[in-house]
């Protein structure tokens, strides 16, 4: 029997899952952490939507549309060729949860983990044992991460996540637009991001972090 077909165990708290025939996560509702996401039942209602956890409440993530998904696999492509002439080891991965601490769990568009910081994933230990760190939220910060703008929730990839993303540690973060065609290049520094490189339209830009790497922006966006 699927789990669509049943409902939870009457013992979690069901005003979080709905009151109808066919559990689901609740948006609005209080007291979600990281650590609920480890419950297999939870974690496949969870994948079949697009959630976030901001300090403890379950909210729903603004549409993804085909253009910011695109600008963002795009930056990815010339970062894998970028690593790969480099003979760089570099992971890549979309649509990731960061578990920025156990209340607030966001999700990002794009996250690279490269060199000496692999290792550090690698070194994490769960159960079940088989399960490894790419199996689950990312409880560690990884290189780089990647938000791509959605229209009418500009702030909390411009400012929410800046922030959180800040507190977590994140070395590099890189807010691309698609729509308004800017790219914007983060360092971390100290509690804070600095604007490494910013460019819009034709521009090309070349981070002072990945030396030799020029991003041509006509390629984000017409590739």
């Known amino acids: 029997m699927s789990l669509t077909q049943t409902r939870l165990p009457a013992k979690r708290d069901e005003y979080r899952f709905g009151g109808g025939a066919r559990p689901c996560l ?40 085909f253009r910011g998904g695109k600008v963002a696999d795009n930056l990815k492509y010339i970062l894998r060729g970028y690593f790969a002439a480099r003979k760089t080891r570099a992971v890549f991965s ?28 690698e070194s994490l230990r769960f159960d079940p044992p088989r399960t490894t760190w790419e199996d689950h939220a990312l409880t560690l910060p990884p290189t780089l991460i990647i938000e791509s703008v959605s229209e009418g929730h500009e702030a909390h990839d411009r400012t929410r996540k800046r922030a959180w993303y800040a507190q977590f540690k994140v070395p590099h973060y890189w807010i691309v637009d698609g729509l308004g065609r800017t790219l914007e290049c983060l360092r971390l520094n100290g509690d804070h991001y600095d604007t490494e490189a910013f460019g819009r339209d034709d521009d090309a830009l070349e981070p002072a972090s990945f030396p030799g790497l020029r991003i041509a922006l006509r390629e984000v966006w017409e590739q």
């Open 26 to 65: 609740q948006p609005g509702t209080m007291g979600w952490t990281v650590h609920d996401l480890e419950d297999p039942e939870i974690r496949a209602l969870w994948d079949d939507g697009a959630y976030e956890i901001i300090d403890g409440v379950l909210t729903v993530m603004p549409p993804a549309y």
């Open 94 to 121: 979309g649509e990731v949860d960061i578990a920025v601490r156990p209340p607030l769990v966001v999700r990002a568009d794009g996250v690279i983990v490269v060199g000496d910081d692999i290792p550090k994933f």
